[in-house]
């Protein structure tokens, strides 16, 4: 089966940087997607890495280790508008395209 | 277009009544998801349609639950003998063949009482 692994909380000032990590378990990985839902929200995708290595956009960049089953997510310049729920996701070849998530990390930013 | 719709945003139910959802896709989308969210949760995998074909269904999708997409277009979510297991937010996305990204409706939120 498929399981991902991200802490439940994190907790971090304005002006911070926060990293958010993710260790997954696939029989057929594809690839790692980061998703951001506020309370009451959609989900909204903020990055996806097929390859290992790190992709930035903007104040956000998001890192995958394919050997280790690893990925992080890192927030930038931390803004109390990040508070949100953030979601790792996994594509499994065996699940077709359907996106498998974790079961999310509240970020909570203080002023 | 502005993005996926979903219809209706808040649904109270009693335990037996039938329910059904409508979820509209960003109009050039050829894929469609529904998923399933309880609180404190991630979107659990339901079913998934390319144009009008079903082509994957969860093991989470019980006899139950129905799901139709007769154009390519909308879709419609069905549960039958609604149960108070059945109460969470349900999330339609779309995408097109090839894209990563899954655009999500803003949910059809179920209380079964």
């Known amino acids: 089966g498929q399981s991902l692994e991200q802490p439940s909380e994190v907790t971090a000032v304005e002006g911070a940087i926060v990293q958010i990590n993710c260790t997954y378990q696939t029989s057929g990985f594809y690839g790692l997607s980061w998703y951001q839902q506020h309370d009451g929200g959609a989900p909204t995708f903020l990055s996806y890495?097929?390859?290992?290595g790190l992709e930035e956009t903007g104040r956000f960049s998001s890192f995958l280790s394919r050997s280790d089953s690893y990925g992080y997510l890192l927030l930038q310049e931390l803004q109390m508008k990040d508070s949100a729920s953030y979601f790792c996701a996994v594509r499994d070849r065996r699940a077709g395209t359907a996106l498998i998530f974790g079961k999310g990390t509240t970020l909570s930013v203080s002023s | 277009d502005t993005g996926v719709s979903q219809n209706p945003r808040h649904k109270i139910t009693k335990r037996g009544q039938n329910v059904t959802f409508r979820c509209d896709p960003i109009?050039?989308?050829?894929?469609l998801y529904w998923y399933r969210q309880t609180l404190g949760q991630g979107p659990e995998f339901l079913t998934y349609f390319q144009n009008e074909a079903q082509l994957e269904k969860s093991r989470l999708l019980s006899d139950r639950f129905s799901a139709e997409r007769p154009k390519g277009s909308f879709s419609t979510l069905e549960i039958q003998r609604t149960e108070q297991g059945d109460s969470a937010m349900y999330l339609c996305?779309?995408?097109?063949?090839?894209?990563?990204?899954?655009?999500f409706g803003p949910g059809t939120r179920l209380l079964v009482l």
């Open positions: 996305a779309s995408t097109r063949t090839g894209e990563e990204t899954q655009y």
């Open positions: 890495n097929a390859l290992d």
């Open positions: 109009s050039e989308h050829n894929r």
